[in-house]
């Protein structure tokens, strides 16, 4: 296979087709019915707060990650408190400081999630074989490790993005 030797355009473009097409797969792959589905900024929420040794981020922060308002975010944690998912806690510092944890039941609900998902995604790869299965593997580790490298060069100026 004859290939042009890569750029940053280059390959910058096929990452861009794998993000959208990767994010339409899994997004149609693990729509769930149930009061957190998998492409939710909720599901995003308790994602990023059951990440085990991680230190509980404050509502600013999470607002930040997630690219959304406080006003927003307020919302959104006022109806995953209601459901017992997360609960907040003000500093004993400063009070003005409120910091997001999840709950038990927000961990349970989280390892159910994740369980669901594996198993659709074992369902998927059931057709492949062997030799199918261990290129899959060697390729994502790779590109985990890459990604790693690409996530470390986040605070570089991407330009402006039109508003929509």
Known sequence: MNREPADSRHVGEHFMEFAIEFFNLAKNSYHQQNQIRANSAAFQVLMQLNQPGRQAPTMSEMAL?????????????????????????????????????????????????KEAMLECTVSRLSSYNQEELAELDDCLMRLSTLLEKFAAAEDTSCGDFPEL
């Not at 307020?74 to 709950?103: F, G, M």
């Open 65 to 113: 990650q997630l690219g959304i308002t406080k006003q927003q975010l307020t919302k959104l944690i006022n109806d995953l408190e209601e459901k017992n998912l997360v609960r907040r806690q003000h500093s004993s510092r400063n009070r003005r400081h409120v910091y997001l944890a999840i709950t038990p039941e927000g961990s349970s609900i989280m390892k159910q999630l």
